[in-house]
């Protein structure tokens, strides 16, 4: 079995090795990964995109633990959720979006049978008094619904601008990965041809991959999980264009 | 079987990598966690702080490696101590007197027998060199006794200021987790109200949960540890403060 | 078995967390090991050094997976390569040069066998589509002959500078680590006596360990991995001399 853990916790202090102490504390067996643990302080959403990048790669069956959770110690709630291929537990605060816009779910509950939890919970730290351990128990096979009642559940809807005929098509940046790429929120449904602008850079055409442009160069590509990015070949288009998360881009399809 | 890692080498260099190298060629079945790399470097209370935090979320029989070692190369000297639940492997500097402050010791060794080392030593990275091969034979069964002679142990006292009574208490800033939250060593041993006082802020009461208060607000809790933390709700209270490591604290302690 | 993965990806983006849910998907049993993924990005030579000193301490049968990929989605080629001791896996760039420097090459081939890549293979993230697939069919059995034709290959010379007899060698530094320490590409074969020159700062001797001079003073090594190494004792030579990457470094050996 497989736990993969997503976390705003850094990897400085001591709360993605407690977790892990709490979950082969009661699973000795299970594989504990790390997904990601540097997303942004409380940022829900981009946290969301990452596990949404990452979700599909994993083996059938794998655990995502996901920590980011600004209102804790609030009423807020906590569900879990089985699809087909995995099981997700997450605040129930918008985190599982981009992954519930495209999967089917087949139950989702609320966890809240403190059988599962630790014994002292503090008011602070869900990730190891509560995800953790609860994500132990299900690796040693307990079922989602001795977790607690049904949640109720909606599907996310908006998430991504597909652009699948030829017209104009307005996105963002919704995520600048570590090389300053700049990943957008438009997603292309088939091979198109296009141009792209972003603040005052216009990129006449799609390319197939960074060789296709000369070093230093920006241009626009489909990136490996199927959306607009806009990067600089051995650059940093971050740096070049100045936008940060949420700048508009502007997509026209001439055709498909 | 289990070892957890924490030292200041940081996640960049080689350093780590190599350890589990040296460990898994000389116990393959062994399963290594990293509790943090990340420990400001040289700093050994720092690193004593985040294994205090963490230690008894882990299974019995872990085995914990800390190396943050500023006078390796030098004579001084390397312990390791079995508790009744774990054993604990470090330079005899200091780096456990947190935990040594609360648990038994049931045996407490020098590491000094060559033939649990690698075979050449370098005088810089005992990280590589003794600490990864001791803890991966430790794990495969090595009694400490053979390990070298008994150390001598003093019980380290006055770590924390323990607040159980209504009074005046003063601490200070030990260390400030990425979220920018202050923690204190003072430790209330009961539920207490109180008033707590850093630099110019005051703050009227001890709250239950962050979200108790305002977004944006200061606050004083009771950490997830059992320590008395100041914090902002959405925020970064070593940004608002000001405060630094040492920054002393105050609390009047009103009723019990 | 065992799988270490070197990257210029960070710990950040979700880049290392897919590529082993691509490894544990295909193989649940292979153990995967962080080498480093703080790179600095698209830093070829910087990740050969790091892979230089850490390979020789990992179990027999390890499969070293180095994605350091500047031209990846150009037709560059990625190649594996097959030791007495070890498997690596890298673009055809340089990256192994200072491991094929010293070890024999039993077997060196390309991948390009496409039954052992994912189904659909982005422009830009083979780390995902071929490094770690190929990676984990190799660790359940699949044999070199199988991914390609048989590489050119030509040992690297020049990669260090040995200083072995009395004389004058100039050399560079070509790593510097967390702790500011400048590691040079001198390589002296015995113990030796000299004097280290960078920028103004002269080192009058080669010292055996940092406790041989005081808190704050600079001095020179032979460090762990073997090189010559300028650094300060409880200090950060990068800082007090500000010597960069490329600084040159004169030692003259005055007897052996």
Redesign the interface.
């Known amino acids: 079995m497989?736990i993969?853990l997503?976390t705003?916790?850094?990897?400085?202090?001591?709360?993605?090795?407690?977790m892990?102490?709490?979950i082969?504390?009661i699973n000795?067996n299970v594989?504990?990964?790390?997904?990601?643990?540097?997303?942004a302080?409380?940022n829900v959403k981009e946290a969301g995109f990452?596990?949404w990048?990452?979700y599909r790669?994993?083996?059938?069956g794998?655990i995502f633990v996901c920590v980011v959770d600004?209102?804790?110690?609030?009423?807020r709630k906590i569900i879990a959720v089985q699809t087909k291929e995995h099981i997700f537990i997450a605040p129930d605060n918008g985190i599982l979006d981009f992954v519930l816009s495209e999967v089917e779910v087949l139950k989702s509950v609320y966890v809240e049978n403190k059988s599962y939890f630790l014994e002292n919970i503090?008011?602070?730290?869900h990730g190891?008094?509560i995800f953790a351990p609860v994500a132990a128990y299900i690796s040693r096979g307990v079922d989602l619904g001795e977790l607690g009642e049904e949640a109720s559940f909606r599907k996310p809807e908006g998430i991504f601008v597909e652009a699948s005929t030829p017209g104009d098509y307005i996105g963002e940046v919704i995520y600048i990965?570590?090389?300053g790429n700049l990943i957008t929120n438009i997603k292309p449904t088939a091979d198109i041809d296009g141009e792209v602008k972003i603040k005052e850079y216009i990129i006449e055409k799609i390319s197939?991959?960074?060789?296709d442009v000369k070093s230093g160069q920006l241009l626009a590509?489909i990136?490996?999980s199927g959306l607009l990015e806009i990067g600089v070949r051995?650059g940093n288009a971050k740096e070049l264009t100045k936008a940060d998360y949420g700048e508009k881009v502007f997509l026209k399809v001439k055709k498909i």
């Open positions: 497989l993969a997503l705003d916790f850094g990897n400085r202090d001591w709360f993605v090795g407690v892990k102490g709490v082969l504390k000795p594989n504990v990964v790390d997904l990601s643990h540097e997303v302080p409380q990452i596990l990048n990452a790669f994993f083996p059938k794998t600004p209102t804790v110690g609030s009423d503090s008011t602070t730290f190891r008094d990965d570590r090389f197939k991959t960074y060789a590509l990136d490996s051995n």
